[in-house]
């Protein structure tokens, strides 16, 4: 085999391969529901009944959407500048910083839609900051960045814990988060435009940042496919040596880039605690910036492909949730299996039905992959 | 004195969950696989370890079920990244969350507590094991109290531990085997051309991994503690690796290192809340992410450089 990785038919590069390893994933974690004593069809149904079946679930589902679309957009964004970005979670996590001073500093004094804005800066200017200091030693010092992000996310979860117990939290209360916002500091829902449509919610944390993430898809699009600074960024994670020559400055590249990805996770925490909670608890990221490598993975960084992969993140969440009420020995901590293996298949071993598939196409209709019959079987 | 042999003590038995973690990453980066990993084989090893022990009785069955899951898990690794050539990275996060997620799920299927097994007791467990002549010498002033409290009466797994790190010097630095594993960690097309099959050395350093954070996990769920909790790592496998790197990759000073990064966290339960000499009251969490930030200071070269394995985290293609 003298060409590993020959060129495929684009349906076949970009939906029919991706399909098969998300296939194989599902069908693993269908393997680990018959392990517990479940029958993964009926799984499958609720999951999706669960996700999908009612408006109120509907909403839930984009709500847990509207995180994966940030951390997945950040993963993305990385991913494109060749480095991979594990600290998702940290930044989300220290974002809330951001978020709640603004919130806890404006919420009785301006109207949500002008606190919203100040927050929006604040998340995604702490999470930059936070991938700042990774970027800055990778591209100057010469640490590897998944270390450091790695440290990161243990060192913010210290960080958090030490400001919510001891600054954060109002001395009269016990639990260890923030004061409830006032109405400054909330959200409004858009649980409307699925009544709209004539779906019924009775309350659904779904709100106005699922559009911010999706203004933020558009963004991430037009950013790496539509500037200058995005085809550098492209370039670099193509080939740094290429960049290199062609007079781009890697730690430049390095740089921005890592602080874009740390902006878009930072803003991932507008969400949960603006939009649902209205105050900041301890974890309320819950391994979205986790999330966020398989969706990113899944989405093959490209924001028409995590937008959905997002969604079906979401319905995971969503549906696992209800799951739990029907079959009580499969808990929504099957979705991190599931996690995993979308992780494993779509990212890791990516490539191992690839040579197959090739063979396959070469054998049924050798023009198709651009070479003709007789040189398939070349040295 | 009683209080410092009490710290040491508690600094050992943290200390070994670590340090059979940190032996078993540095097996496999030294051959040129990155391994994030260690902390999910750990945990699955933790989990089969205390089921079967709990399901047998017997400890030692326990031990055998945590390492055979431990290098069932090493083997998807080394298969998504030897044989498939993906991204190491990539497939080391798949595991951790494929452990995490399963051993929940699982242990709640099966024990029904909550993600918890059985207690274990009795022979399901490894007990401490008192080494010759600690009564008769426990009256010996210094020596005898080193000697009867510290060194004996631990589990085991924790002389298994300490053992591992000169056996793991005499391998990398005095066989065949290791000479060649370090080898085809910085070039792997020398090994090759050598005529030595990179993708068997490898699998053999993957295997190894397997087998210590097997050792690991048990160590956790049927020695330290008597079963299975979940999420018990609770980021060891990430300390591990903090240590692996401030040890540059290399066997002693890892063990020194996990012995820090031990000694911190034995000393932070300790003085939870209480005033440090000349510093004043430190708090706990800036304690708890001190293994983090002081590997962070080295990698970034300010004290001292580490360099990794020159060819870690990149496949290996045949030339054609």
């Given at each position: ?66 995180n ?6 950040a ?60 970027a ?30 001891n ?18 500091g ?43 600074l ?13 960049a ?6 890697e ?44 969706v ?22 969503q549906?696992?949730a ?53 040189k398939?079987?070349?040295? | ?20 973690a940190?032996l ?11 391994d ?51 991204n ?8 951790n ?42 009256d010996?002033?210094?020596i005898?109290?080193?000697y ?7 589990s ?23 000479l ?40 956790l769920?049927v ?22 790197i ?70 290996y293609?045949?030339?054609?």
């Amino acid at each position: 085999m003298s060409t590993p990785y020959a060129k495929l038919p684009g349906w076949a590069d970009y939906g029919l391969i991706p399909l098969i390893n998300l296939l194989v994933a599902f069908i693993m974690a269908g393997l680990v529901v018959l392990l517990v004593g479940e029958n993964p069809l009926r799984a499958a149904v609720i999951l999706v009944d669960g996700a999908f079946g009612s408006g109120q679930n509907i909403a839930y589902t984009l709500y847990y959407a509207t995180n994966f679309i940030f951390t997945g957009l950040a993963v993305a964004v990385a991913f494109h500048a060749g480095l991979f970005n594990i600290g998702g979670e940290g930044q989300a996590y220290i974002a809330g910083l951001g978020v709640s001073l603004v919130a806890l500093a404006f919420d009785s004094v301006l109207p949500w839609w002008l606190t919203f804005p100040l927050a929006i800066a604040g998340a995604a200017l702490v999470g930059a900051l936070w991938a700042l200091i990774p970027a800055y030693l990778q591209a100057k010092r010469g640490s590897h960045i998944v270390i450091t992000t790695i440290m990161f996310n243990f060192i913010a979860a210290s960080v958090m814990v030490y400001m919510l117990v001891n600054v954060l939290k109002p001395a009269a209360e016990q639990a260890p988060q923030t004061r409830q916002f006032l109405d400054g500091g909330q959200l409004p829902k858009l649980n409307f435009i699925l009544e709209a449509l004539g779906l019924s919610v009775r309350s659904a944390p779904l709100n106005i940042s699922f559009l911010l993430a999706l203004v933020m898809a558009v963004f991430v699009w037009a950013l790496i496919w539509r500037t200058r600074l995005g085809y550098e960024i492209r370039t670099f994670g193509f080939s740094p040596k290429a960049a290199r020559y062609a007079g781009i400055s890697e730690s430049r590249i390095t740089i921005i880039a890592m602080m874009i990805s740390g902006g878009l996770a930072g803003m991932m925490a507008l969400n949960p605690i603006m939009g649902d909670q209205h105050h900041m608890a301890l974890d309320f990221v819950a391994g979205a910036g986790f999330v966020g490598i398989a969706v990113a993975l899944m989405g093959r960084s490209h924001p028409i492909g995590i937008v959905p992969a997002a969604i079906l993140f979401g319905m995971l969440y969503q549906g696992g949730a209800e799951l739990a009420f029907e079959m009580p020995n499969i808990s929504r901590d099957m979705i991190v299996i599931i996690q995993g293996l979308v992780i494993l298949f779509a990212g890791a071993l990516e490539h191992m039905f690839r040579p197959t598939i090739q063979t396959l196409f070469a054998s049924l209709s050798p023009r198709s992959m651009g070479i003709p019959a007789a040189k398939t079987g070349g040295a | 004195m009683d209080l410092l042999v009490q710290l040491l003590d508690a600094t050992i038995r943290v200390s070994v969950p670590l340090l059979l973690a940190c032996l078993a990453g540095l097996y496999s980066e030294r051959a040129g696989i990155f391994d994030i990993g260690l902390e999910g084989k750990m945990l699955a090893g933790a989990f089969a370890g205390a089921s079967a022990a709990a399901v047998s009785g017997s400890a030692w069955v326990g031990l055998l079920a945590a390492v055979a899951i431990a290098v069932l898990l090493a083997l998807v690794h080394g298969f998504a990244s030897i044989t498939h050539r993906g991204n190491q990275i990539v497939s080391g996060v798949a595991i951790n969350f494929i452990a995490a997620g399963s051993t929940i799920i699982l242990g709640q299927a099966w024990f029904r507590q909550g993600g918890r097994t059985p207690a274990l007791s009795g022979d399901a467990r490894f007990s401490a094991i008192e080494l010759p002549g600690a009564e008769a010498l426990r009256d010996v002033p210094v020596i005898g109290t080193i000697y009867s409290d510290l060194i004996s009466g631990h589990s085991l797994l924790v002389y298994v531990a300490f053992l591992m790190v000169p056996f793991t010097w005499w391998v990398l630095f005095r066989t065949r085997f290791g000479l060649r594993l370090r080898a085809v960690g910085e070039n792997p097309a020398a090994v090759d051309t050598a005529g030595i099959s990179v993708t068997w050395l490898r699998y053999r350093a993957v295997i190894c991994t397997g087998i210590l954070t097997g050792l690991a996990g048990a160590y956790l769920s049927v020695a330290q503690n008597a079963g299975f909790v979940k999420d018990m790592t609770a980021g060891k496998g990430y300390i591990a690796l903090a240590a692996l790197i401030f040890a540059k990759w290399k066997p002693v000073p890892a063990m020194f290192a996990c012995l820090l990064f031990g000694f911190l966290d034995a000393a932070s339960i300790r003085f939870q809340g209480m005033p440090w000499p000349v510093i004043g009251k430190v708090p706990v969490q800036l304690i708890n992410a001190l293994p983090f930030i002081l590997t962070i200071i080295l990698l970034a070269g300010f004290i001292g450089k580490a360099i990794p394995p020159r060819a870690g985290g990149v496949p290996y293609v045949k030339e054609r």
